[in-house]
């Protein structure tokens, strides 16, 4: 592809998207997700249907910049809270967005009881293995070896622990309809990730039960790399404790 063309691709707003603008570091992986989502969202035609739920994290800039209805909880609590909105509204497409601190440390109860229950809602988890907005501390995500701002010596397994690997824990309960795990370091991942949204969001809307996509993104302010390293170092750390791909397609 040209410069010219990238340059199109990247300066084209997606549908819902309000605003090329953000606040995010250059190279961070959470804007390419947003987009990804808001196309799936539009290409479904869910555009009057969806309703968001976010936590807390950098990710959540996006309830600024999309056309589409979003509320936002105490961290960790979307899937509880989405719960509600999801019972109060059943015709609505109700999904959250969180990061791996908001569902891996701080939510990890509500995301595995929601999906327990298989409430008829997709939530979206934005794995960077870190909290990257309060500056880039060890969740229970961050991979062994990864330094972080409370592991400077690289996540070391017996001293923190081992990552806690949300998507597999999803897939093994009864009232999960869909798991997937995807990327946006590279092109085919991005198109990859975006079909695994769109199967997710179509089925919950559906009715077919509790859905869930992770998505690796990068996070080269967190993991102390240039700009530029960022989509490889994904690919050499985070893909090899987190394999890409749909985990489960149908009940179990
Ligand atoms: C109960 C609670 N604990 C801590 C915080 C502070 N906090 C706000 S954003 C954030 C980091 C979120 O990390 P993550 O969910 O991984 O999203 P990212 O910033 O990496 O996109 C934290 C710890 C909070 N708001 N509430
Ligand atoms: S700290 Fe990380 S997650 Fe937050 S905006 Fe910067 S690159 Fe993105
Ligand atoms: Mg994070």
């Given at each position: 592809m040209t410069e010219v063309a990238q340059k199109k691709v990247a300066s084209a707003l997606a549908p819902?998207?309000?605003?090329?603008?953000?606040?995010?570091?250059?190279?961070?992986?959470?804007?390419?997700?947003?987009?990804?989502l808001l196309e799936a969202i539009s290409e479904l035609g869910l555009e009057q249907r969806a309703i968001g739920v976010v936590g807390h994290g950098c990710y959540t800039n996006i309830v600024q910049l999309a056309d589409i209805d979003f509320l936002q909880?105490?961290?960790?609590?979307?899937?509880?809270?989405?719960?509600?909105v999801k019972r109060v509204h059943p015709d609505?497409?109700?999904?959250?967005?969180?990061?791996?601190?908001?569902?891996?440390?701080?939510?990890?109860?509500?995301?595995?009881?929601?999906?327990?229950?298989?409430?008829?809602?997709t939530t979206i988890m934005l794995n960077n293995g870190v909290f990257g907005d309060t500056g880039g501390q060890m969740t229970a995500a961050s991979v062994v070896g990864?330094?972080?701002?409370?592991?400077l010596d690289g996540r070391d397994a017996e001293t923190h622990g081992h990552p806690v690997p949300v998507a597999e824990l999803v897939a093994a309960l009864a009232g999960s309809a869909y798991v997937a795990r995807g990327s946006?370091?590279?092109?085919?991942?991005?198109?990859?990730?975006k079909r695994y949204l769109k199967r997710a969001l179509e089925?919950?809307?559906?009715?077919a039960g509790f859905t869930f996509v992770e998505i690796l993104t990068m996070c080269p302010t967190g993991w102390?790399?240039?700009?530029?390293?960022?989509?490889?170092?994904?690919?050499?750390?985070?893909?090899?404790?987190?394999?890409?791909?749909?985990?489960?397609?149908?009940?179990r």
């Open positions: 819902l998207q309000l605003s090329g603008e953000h606040h995010l570091c250059p190279g961070c992986g959470h804007p390419v997700a947003w987009r990804i909880c105490l961290h960790g609590r979307a899937p509880a809270v989405a719960t509600g609505a497409a109700v999904f959250t967005l969180q990061g791996d601190g908001d569902v891996a440390s701080e939510g990890l109860a509500e995301v595995l009881h929601t999906a327990a229950r298989a409430e008829r809602i990864q330094r972080t701002k409370t592991s946006v370091n590279n092109a085919g991942s991005i198109a990859k990730s089925l919950s809307a559906a009715g102390f790399l240039p700009t530029a390293e960022g989509p490889g170092y994904l690919e050499g750390t985070f893909e090899q404790t987190y394999p890409l791909g749909v985990l489960k397609d149908g009940p």
